[in-house]
């Protein structure tokens, strides 16, 4: 698996944006910092309850993607069907042949889907964090934001760190 300071690799891949419009997505569109995060499959249960969730990292001026293994109609299909997604600001992406996944290191090869990875990326592409579950337990999105502030603080921040907090040392 892709480790910390490691550079996320190069990338293409076909997705649909927030107003449902197919687009291209490279890692040169990544301006500034970035959430990546993976998710087994479209038309599930858990997916859309952290979907709907990751949506609030848009907040936080970072570029957010989420990533499965299913084409970008599915995708299109999906977003146009379920209400918990079909009106999120941050883009689908479709790794259809599960190849950026793979190349990652975050495929449950028994189930041939992406497991539930989160990739949290500096200005310069470089992984900060990584985090993955299993296919059945979803992420905890506070979590998410919480340590996407705390990398970008710039100085040590202790278990708990919040903005505000003092740093540690």
């Known amino acids: 698996?892709?480790?910390?300071?490691?550079?996320?690799?190069?990338?293409?891949?076909?997705g649909i944006d927030k107003n449902n419009n197919f687009i291209d997505v490279s890692r040169s569109h990544l301006d500034g910092w970035s959430v990546i995060y993976f998710y087994p499959k479209d038309f599930?249960?858990?997916?859309?309850?952290?979907?709907?969730?990751m949506d609030r990292l848009v907040d936080e001026g970072v570029n957010v993607?989420?990533?499965s293994g299913d084409?970008?109609?599915?995708?299109?299909?999906?977003?146009?069907?379920?209400?918990?997604?079909?009106?999120?600001?941050?883009?689908?992406?479709?790794?259809?042949?599960?190849?950026?996944?793979?190349?990652?290191?975050?495929?449950?090869?028994?189930?041939?889907?992406?497991?539930?990875?989160?990739?949290i990326l500096n200005e310069n592409h470089d992984v900060m964090h990584v985090s993955v579950n299993?296919?059945?337990?979803?992420?905890?999105?506070?979590?998410?934001?919480?340590?996407l502030r705390a990398l970008r603080a710039g100085g040590l921040t202790g278990c708990e760190w919040n903005p505000g907090d003092?740093?540690?040392?």
Request: hydrophobic share 40%; aromatic share 8%; proline share 2%.
């Open 1 to 14: 698996m892709i480790g910390i300071k490691e550079e996320f690799p190069d990338f293409l891949l076909t």
């Open 44 to 53: 599930t249960f858990i997916c859309p309850t952290e979907i709907e969730q």
């Open 134 to 147: 299993e296919l059945d337990t979803g992420r905890n999105v506070n979590e998410v934001i919480r340590t």
């Open 71 to 119: 084409n970008e109609y599915c995708k299109l299909a999906w977003k146009e069907s379920n209400a918990l997604i079909s009106s999120i600001r941050h883009s689908l992406l479709a790794d259809s042949g599960i190849s950026l996944a793979s190349q990652l290191g975050v495929v449950d090869e028994d189930e041939g889907v992406c497991l539930r990875a989160t990739f």
């Open 166 to 169: 003092e740093f540690v040392g």
């Open 65 to 67: 993607f989420g990533i």
